[in-house]
């Protein structure tokens, strides 16, 4: 009988510390979404449409997510927006003009020295890759509502020789 | 001593509770408040302001179709204003990429383009949606709504209808 009691309080503690130690992991968890949707998250970008300044072949970069929330992305900032034409995906981009700005931009770089003028409506943002030749953004898809906005990219990792802030 | 200890456990515990709030309001679910009457009778089913009740209705919105972007004709959904990022607005989707949609004022047909998708009010003379600023993109949706969770005499599911004048072609 005596036994038994201890087998019981035994298995009551291990219990205790099983619950304590899966509290604590998903207390990590959470800190670690709300770090990763709040504050910086490293991302990955591939593809030629921001060279010169990113490299084609998978930069690493840091992007801060409080400079869109508090409205604080401005003309010059590379920015993660999620895609218009898939929401699954993310491209990154530079601001050229901000709502109520009029944009001038060449919407076939290729072909023609064509311009155009446009004012951004209220609530958007105009994007464009810093490779006009080989980019798919505004020109194409409009201005961007200010919402679809997730990051503003401030530093890169990798690769290494241009570790630091973006130029 | 004994206080500095009591305030450190009290911060510790407001931010490990906020940490946790935060994780399921992003994740999971999350509650919100809708106003005005544009998506009446299906929230605030008041008819005119004199009848207004004290309360608006309070509505569960499910954060999982945020994996996917998966949505359907039919589904309420809260998305974030294109003219205006600060304000989230509740309305139906009525269409999705692809669909033929005609619009109300000069009976034109447009198409639904990738990744977007058409919301109207339920109320369509005291909406502001589609109609006014074209497809929204889909990537603007923060949640579904799934059920009514105040007041009390109108808790209940949020059926995925759609009036039949209202389908696409």
């Known amino acids: 009988m005596r036994n038994l009691l201890h087998r019981i309080s035994e298995l009551k503690s291990a219990a205790k510390e099983a619950v304590s130690k899966s509290l604590l992991f998903a207390k990590f968890l959470c800190l670690l979404h709300v770090t990763d949707t709040y504050l910086c998250s490293p991302i990955i970008v591939y593809g030629p449409s921001m060279l010169p300044t990113l490299n084609m072949a998978g930069d690493v970069l840091l992007a801060e997510h409080l400079s869109p929330l508090l409205g604080k992305v401005g003309p010059g900032d590379v920015v993660l927006v999620r895609s218009p034409e898939n929401p699954r995906k993310s491209i990154t981009k530079r601001v050229l003009g901000m709502e109520g700005d009029s944009v001038t931009f060449l919407p076939d770089p290729a072909n023609s020295d064509r311009s155009l003028t446009i004012r951004v409506p209220k609530g958007h943002v105009w994007i464009q890759g810093d490779n006009i030749y080989a980019s798919r953004d505004s020109r194409q898809l409009g201005p961007i509502p200010y919402g679809l906005i997730e990051g503003k990219v401030f530093w890169r990792v990798w690769p290494p020789r241009d570790f630091g802030t973006l130029g | ?169």
């Open chain 2, 1 to 169: 001593m004994g206080t500095g200890n009591f305030l450190w456990n009290l911060s510790k515990n407001y931010f490990t509770f906020g940490l946790i709030g935060l994780t399921v309001s992003d994740r999971y679910f999350s509650i919100v408040s809708v106003q005005g009457t544009s998506m009446s009778p299906t929230f605030n089913s008041h008819v005119d302001n004199s009848k207004r009740p004290l309360t608006d209705d309070r509505v569960l919105v499910e954060k999982f179709c945020l994996e996917k972007y998966k949505f359907f004709h039919g589904d309420v959904v809260v998305f974030c204003s294109p003219t205006n990022h600060r304000e989230k607005h509740v309305k139906r989707i009525t269409g999705l990429p692809g669909d033929w949609i005609s619009a109300p004022h000069n009976y034109d047909v447009i198409v639904v383009p990738e990744g977007h998708c058409w919301v109207e009010g339920d109320n369509s003379a005291l909406s502001f949606d589609s109609r006014s600023i074209g497809p929204i993109p889909l990537g603007l949706i923060r949640g579904r709504v799934t059920h009514i969770v105040w007041p009390p005499n109108r808790v209940g599911k949020v059926h995925r209808t759609i009036s039949q004048e209202r389908l696409p072609f």
